[in-house]
């Protein structure tokens, strides 16, 4: 049984202070039974288990964080405006499996879940405020992204399905399929995307179906009172000659 209190970290990028750790070791398992510590203000708690039973000993862990001034953060100098706002809480959440630390690496599964997120950057509100988001991200497997906000004013829901890791880190593409639900409007993005050095490499169609023109008015200025419908697809590749339409 090992526990650690420590009432500030120094040298740290953002304030650590009244730090808990209560770890033990049992029958081959180290548990993190308890860590927490205020975090720039924000207090934040965790969990973690190293499990050594098996031929493949897993770890997993388990990171929450409540109310979190965004202002904090101008203390990284991240950008240069300052930055502002707020976020509900966070969690982050990690499990791996192996006997190597390439192993762990290779089986990596990730969550991360936020609500309540609005920001402002040099005094100017973000376009884009989060209620809810969660996303899942695994070395080898596809991932997953869902988020419900607001953006220019107007209500949004969006999902997305997109590469592992791996293959985002490599040269070779990777699967692609977004959708956007914006005030009853709807836009879609299917195909194929990859990053080769400083190029990418986007093969996808475009599907978009708008209830009202004027629904658009936050977006493009159209007029409020339009109430033409559009829907329509196209086919768009993106490389280092550019973008461009195709049949």
């Not at 195909?191 to 599907?207: C, M, N, T």
């Not at 936050?218 to 009172?225: F, K, L, T, V, Y």
Request: aromatic letters at 4%; glycine letters at 10%; hydrophobic letters at 40%.
């Amino acid at each position: 049984l090992a526990n650690v209190r420590v009432g500030r970290l120094l040298n740290s990028p953002l304030a650590v202070e009244t730090l808990t750790l209560e770890a033990k070791l049992d029958d081959s398992v180290l548990n993190l039974d308890r860590a927490e510590w205020m975090l720039g203000g924000a207090p934040v708690t965790a969990t973690a288990q190293l499990d050594m039973h098996g031929d493949c000993p897993r770890l997993t862990s388990a990171m929450k964080l409540t109310d979190l001034d965004i202002s904090q953060l101008n203390q990284l100098s991240v950008v240069e405006d300052e930055l502002d706002g707020k976020v509900g809480a966070a969690e982050l959440g990690s499990s791996s499996c192996g006997s190597t630390l390439l192993q762990h690496v290779e089986s990596l599964k990730l969550t991360f879940n936020a609500t309540d997120v609005d920001a402002s950057r040099g005094g100017e509100a973000l376009p884009l405020s989060v209620d809810s988001m969660e996303f899942n991200a695994n070395w080898r497997e596809p991932g997953q992204l869902s988020l419900e906000g607001i953006l220019l004013g107007e209500p949004l829901s969006s999902s997305a399905l997109f590469g592992s890791i791996e293959s985002i880190l490599s040269d070779e593409a990777w699967p692609l399929d977004l959708n956007l639900d914006i005030n009853g409007n709807n836009l879609g993005l299917a195909g194929q995307v990859g990053f080769a050095g400083d190029v990418v490499d986007l093969d996808v169609y475009l599907q978009f179906a708008v209830s009202r023109f004027g629904s658009l008015h936050n977006w493009i200025g159209a007029d409020p009172g339009n109430d033409l419908a559009l829907k329509g697809q196209t086919h768009l590749k993106l490389d280092d000659n550019g973008l461009s339409p195709t049949k």
